[in-house]
């Protein structure tokens, strides 16, 4: 079956430094690719929308300075948090679907555990 | 606002009992999905339905989308251990992004001996 694959799954970096998190679809191609956050004992938010090709598309209350979203190629989609904080430590995933149509299964990166000391 | 609610927010049951998280939508829904997760892993998607009415079953894991779509149930039958985790339900909601999946509160399910 399809495979996202993200990585790192863990990365410690100091406060005010940037981490580049990637996320890849194995063996299709996603036009659309979806990063979400997870909080402790919390379920997903939705974070951003990237399109490949074009500028991503951010939820309400999402620092689009803060998270660049770059979808440069059919199968990779990065984000990179900026000048990272404490309070960005967080469960980081993201998501890829085969096309535009709704009545396709969602593929999961493992995710990324971001800790900023 | 959640536009995905589930319940109940937590759940411990005894082994080889039967268990159902329910997931109510405010709006109709396009496609309805069931995910388990391990807390710090990524996703394992169980179940994606689609059509008001639609039931389907894995293993002993049974989803049920009503009418309609805008509730869906998830029954566990003779609960194990290995079933243990988070549930999500996640949906694709008609009249927003077509290809967007948001998610439910979640579900916490605990199995014990």
């Known amino acids: 079956g399809a495979v996202v694959s993200q990585h790192p799954s863990r990365v410690i970096c100091k406060s005010g430094t940037s981490v580049k998190i990637e996320c890849r679809s194995l063996?299709?191609?996603?036009?659309?690719m979806f990063w979400y956050r997870q909080f402790p004992k919390q379920s997903l938010m939705l974070m951003a929308t990237?399109?490949?090709?074009?500028?991503?598309?951010?939820e309400q209350g999402v620092e689009k300075d803060k998270f660049l979203i770059n979808h440069a190629s059919l199968t990779l989609s990065t984000l990179t948090v900026t000048s990272a904080h404490p309070e960005d430590s967080s469960f980081y995933i993201c998501?890829?679907?085969?096309?535009?149509?709704?009545?396709?299964?969602?593929?999961f990166g493992q995710g990324t555990r971001l800790t900023v000391v | 606002s959640q536009e995905l609610e589930q319940s109940p927010q937590s759940l411990i049951v005894q082994e080889g009992k039967n268990l159902t998280i329910n997931c109510t939508s405010s709006?109709?829904?396009?496609?309805l999905y069931w995910y388990k997760q391990k807390y710090g892993e990524g996703l394992i998607f169980l179940m994606m339905?689609?059509?008001?009415?639609e039931e389907k079953s894995h293993e002993k894991i049974t989803a049920k989308l009503d009418e309609k779509k805008q509730q869906s149930s998830l029954h566990i039958t003779a609960s194990q251990p290995s079933h243990a985790g988070i549930y999500l339900c996640?949906?694709?909601?008609?009249?927003?992004?077509?290809?967007?999946?948001?998610f439910g509160t979640g579900t916490r399910l605990q199995v014990t001996l």
């Open positions: 990237s399109n490949e090709g074009s500028k991503a598309t951010y």
């Open positions: 996640g949906a694709t909601i008609r009249g927003g992004t077509a290809s967007k999946l948001t």
């Open positions: 998501s890829a679907r085969r096309g535009w149509m709704v009545d396709t299964e969602a593929f």
């Open positions: 709006k109709t829904l396009y496609g």
């Open positions: 063996d299709f191609q996603a036009t659309t």
């Open positions: 339905l689609q059509k008001g009415g």
